[in-house]
């Protein structure tokens, strides 16, 4: 394997670094002042902040676009792999990638609708989705069921003659409070006997379909995420037409599985730019800060602490890399036990240098004078947002324990070869 920057990915990496210097890095706080007046916990006076539709309108016409979709029509035609390194610069901070139409959670929910959707599909919602034009959301947990164990969710999808009745109560739905948000793709139970993963289908259901009710926005340490949000949402009897059913009945574990691959991978791709950031103020205060008669980067093990969070970045990116040359190479499915991997070790690894970088300012690492608090945030609800890390640590498990199994593989001899 080859991890190598291909000739496409160099050239958009300085497309990229070019654009972020030139357009973003002059404007960053003006764009925190602006979303800063989306602060509190009623969502339905967001606004996207005005620097953030200018930015987005100057990188299309840039043709930095959609670099996350592999699809060469629709997207930057890149692979999983030659994706990685951009998605890493656009990590750095957490609202960069949305200026490329790259930030989750559409970018997952135009990947199901890019291979699951039919024509009508695509073109109602995939084809604003695209340009930009509005934004989506992906409703499967629950509050009243352990989520992590999706073949819990208990959400009905019920067939009405040519209609498809919705009825359920999800939370933590990222981006419902966008006020560009104009679509949900919901998860429900639609057939409760049966093989437990052919119980759940994926339904489309526009945003202002009678029933669909947005309770609340919750905080996630104490700040609501705007103009994003992650929101409670009630879904009482809605009604949408049987073409909204995606793939067909029974389907949603099928089109889970496509949808979640590459995008715990892009999360995992961010977390290491976020934490090249994070490694980046920490060397900077500590050296330009003095105590006891030294930069303070040389007291004590600050020192060591600079070197484990350099060879902490190195081991994630390469682990990273490697999970994406194997989607490519063999595809998601038979790439769940690194990207797993990679989900457990990316946020974990963004979370220790986030602590440190904050530890290092001293008061100031949990203000909002440095960006460090909203990283931190980031990294330890990433280690959820995906499903919690001790699910991934099971992938990973039951991976490595199949190949012992004597029937499919030879058996340890046929183990010990991989
Ligand atoms: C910021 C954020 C954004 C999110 N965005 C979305 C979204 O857009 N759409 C969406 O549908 N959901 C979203 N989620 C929800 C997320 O996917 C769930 O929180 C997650 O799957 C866990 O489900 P749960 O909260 O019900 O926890 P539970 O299932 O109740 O699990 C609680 C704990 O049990 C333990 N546990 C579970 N399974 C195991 C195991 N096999 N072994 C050992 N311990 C275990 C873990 O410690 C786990 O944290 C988001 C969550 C957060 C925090």
Request: charged residues 20%; proline residues 6%.
């Amino acid at each position: 394997m080859d991890f190598a920057h291909s000739p496409k990915t160099l050239d958009y990496l300085q497309r990229l670094r070019d654009f972020l210097a030139a357009n973003v890095a002059p404007r960053a706080a003006e764009y925190r002042r602006q979303n800063a007046a989306n602060a509190g916990a009623d969502w339905t006076r967001w606004r996207v902040p005005a620097v953030m539709q200018e930015w987005k309108t100057q990188a299309r016409a840039a043709g930095l676009w959609n670099l996350f979709l592999p699809d060469a029509e629709h997207g930057a035609g890149l692979s999983t792999l030659e994706y990685a390194p951009l998605a890493e610069m656009m990590g750095r901070n957490e609202y960069t990638a949305e200026i490329f139409n790259c930030n989750a959670p559409d970018t997952g929910n135009m990947e199901v609708l890019h291979h699951f959707g039919s024509d009508a599909q695509k073109q109602q919602w995939l084809a604003p989705l695209l340009a930009g034009e509005i934004r989506s959301v992906f409703c499967m947990t629950e509050p009243d069921v352990a989520s992590s164990d999706a073949t819990n969710m208990q959400a009905t999808i019920r067939e009405d003659g040519d209609a498809l009745v919705l009825d359920g109560r999800k939370w933590w739905s990222t981006g419902i409070g966008h006020p560009d948000c104009k679509l949900a793709i919901f998860m429900g139970l639609s057939h409760p006997v049966g093989e437990p993963h052919s119980r759940h289908g994926m339904v489309l259901v526009p945003m202002d379909a009678p029933g669909v009710h947005i309770e609340r926005m919750l905080p996630t340490y104490g700040t609501f995420d705007p103009p994003h949000g992650h929101g409670e949402v009630v879904f009482d009897k809605v009604r949408v037409p049987r073409d909204n059913l995606l793939l067909g009945p029974g389907k949603g574990f099928a089109i889970a599985q496509g949808r979640l691959g590459p995008g715990r991978i892009h999360h995992c791709m961010r977390a290491i730019g976020a934490a090249e950031h994070a490694l980046e103020l920490m060397i900077t205060r500590g050296l330009a800060r003095v105590a006891f008669g030294k930069p303070i980067l040389h007291l004590g093990g600050n020192l060591e602490r600079v070197a484990d969070a350099r060879i902490a970045i190195e081991q994630a990116r390469l682990l990273t890399l490697y999970a994406a040359w194997k989607i490519d190479a063999v595809g998601v499915r038979n790439a769940m036990a690194e990207i797993s991997a990679i989900k457990v070790v990316a946020p974990n690894m963004l979370q220790t240098i986030v602590d440190q970088a904050i530890q290092m300012h001293g008061g100031a690492g949990v203000s909002e004078d440095v960006p460090l608090t909203g990283l931190f945030a980031l990294a330890r609800a990433l280690r959820l947002a995906d499903g919690p890390d001790e699910v991934h640590r099971a992938m990973v498990a039951r991976v490595e324990l199949a190949k012992y199994a004597p029937a499919k593989h030879g058996g340890l001899a046929e183990a010990g070869r991989k």
